[in-house]
Nanobody, 121 residues
Framework: QVHLVESGGGLAQPGGSLRLSCTASGTIFRIYDMGWYRQAPGKQRELAARILSGGEANYADSVKGRFTVSRDVAKNTVYLQMDSLKPEDTAVYYC???????????????WGQGTQVSVSS
């Protein structure tokens, strides 16, 4: 069984920073894409940032230049450094990873439980 465990959410002031981490565990053969989606109250879940298996990073236009996604392959961990935070960044942030594991015969998208990020003065 594969699990994703997130940490690092919380409350920040506008202009502040937070760093999210997400670690995958289980009998993992290979991790492909990893990244972060977010869902604000009353809105659909949207991609915030992701990092592909080759290292290329993609960002939502709303976070470009402020958020940085990175990964530590050896630790099966993905990070999201969030700087210059705005109130509109307030959302539940969900980690995801496309993983080939002993649990399934093909790669599968796994999700974390979500971590709340609130930006307010």
């Amino acid at each position: 069984q594969v699990h994703l465990v997130e940490s690092g959410g919380g409350l920040a002031q506008p202009g502040g920073s937070l760093r999210l981490s997400c670690t995958a565990s289980g009998t993992i053969f290979r991790i492909y894409d990893m990244g972060w989606y977010r869902q604000a109250p009353g809105k659909q879940r949207e991609l915030a940032a992701r990092i592909l298996s080759g290292g290329e990073a993609n960002y939502a236009d709303s976070v470009k230049g402020r958020f940085t996604v990175s990964r530590d392959v050896a630790k099966n961990t993905v990070y999201l450094q969030m700087d210059s935070l705005k109130p509109e960044d307030t959302a539940v942030y969900y980690c995801y990873a496309n993983i080939y594991s002993s649990s399934r015969s093909v790669p599968y998208d796994y999700w974390g439980q979500g971590t709340q990020v609130s930006v307010s003065s």
